[in-house]
């Protein structure tokens, strides 16, 4: 049973539109959200990270917008570029657990 | 910095054989280290997490005596695949937790390795 469960599986969006991706969980317990980004053949690379005290976090054009009582939370990019192509995953996990559970990825394509 | 190597990035092995991967953290220590298993185009699946000087912990359905972790320092692990078979084939990717001493340290945050292809013939 997956704890974090991520949508869409895939997304194609034109260049300079705006990618959002969706995350809900379950574990009330959990109190970190990070995004990675992983490119094919590639280990994946942190991106942004929130935590469930602020609703919204910035950095760059990546934006993570966080709702504690829906347990939801999204990644925004703005200004998609072609190199934004990517596939994307959320994850949560726990101060003292600190083991992440993964969403199911979200496979991007940016159109020139 | 928080970098995180594995070697070899890329292994064929005949079906039968042993094959030992390693990952390091090379700009901090790793107190926890975290291995991974992703079949294309599915999500990282967390096999074990091995703290430097005890034994790894595995989840649920990972056979131990076939993925053999050792921590044996704060910034190496391996993972061995024993008697690998062609269904043990994918991407192994390995992560490092600690607290960088450059960074104001998110305890939960997690460096990944670049992966190392399997390829079991």
């Known amino acids: 049973q997956q704890q974090v469960k991520q949508s869409p599986q895939s997304l194609i969006v034109q260049k300079g539109g705006i990618s959002i991706i969706n995350c809900a969980y379950e574990?009330?317990?959990?109190?970190?959200f990070p995004w990675y980004q992983q490119f094919p053949g590639k280990g994946p690379a942190l991106l942004i990270a929130?935590?469930?005290?602020?609703s919204e976090k910035k950095e760059g054009r990546f934006t993570i917008s966080f709702n504690k009582s829906a347990k939801q939370f999204s990644l925004h990019i703005m200004d998609s570029q072609p190199g934004d192509s990517a596939t994307y995953f959320c994850a949560a996990s726990t101060d003292s657990w600190g083991k992440l559970q993964f969403g199911a990825g979200t496979q991007v394509v940016v159109t020139p | 910095g928080a970098v995180v190597s594995q070697h070899p990035s890329w292994v064929i092995c005949k079906s039968g054989t042993s094959v030992k991967i390693e990952c390091r953290s090379l700009d901090f220590q790793a107190t926890t280290m975290f291995w991974y298993r992703q079949f294309p185009k599915q999500s990282l699946m967390l096999m074990a997490t091995?703290?430097?000087?005890?034994?790894?912990?595995?989840e649920q359905g990972v056979e131990k005596d076939k993925f053999l972790i050792n921590h044996a320092s704060l910034t190496l692990s391996t993972l061995t695949v024993t008697s690998a078979h062609p269904e043990d084939s994918s991407f192994y990717i390995c992560?490092?937790?600690?607290?960088?001493?450059?960074?104001?340290?998110?305890?939960?945050?997690?460096?990944f390795g670049p992966g190392t292809r399997l390829t079991v013939l």
């Open positions: 091995s703290n430097e000087g005890s034994k790894a912990t595995y």
């Open positions: 992560s490092a937790r600690g607290v960088p001493s450059w960074t104001s340290g998110i305890l939960n945050e997690q460096f």
């Open positions: 929130i935590r469930p005290d602020v």
């Open positions: 574990n009330t317990a959990f109190d970190y």
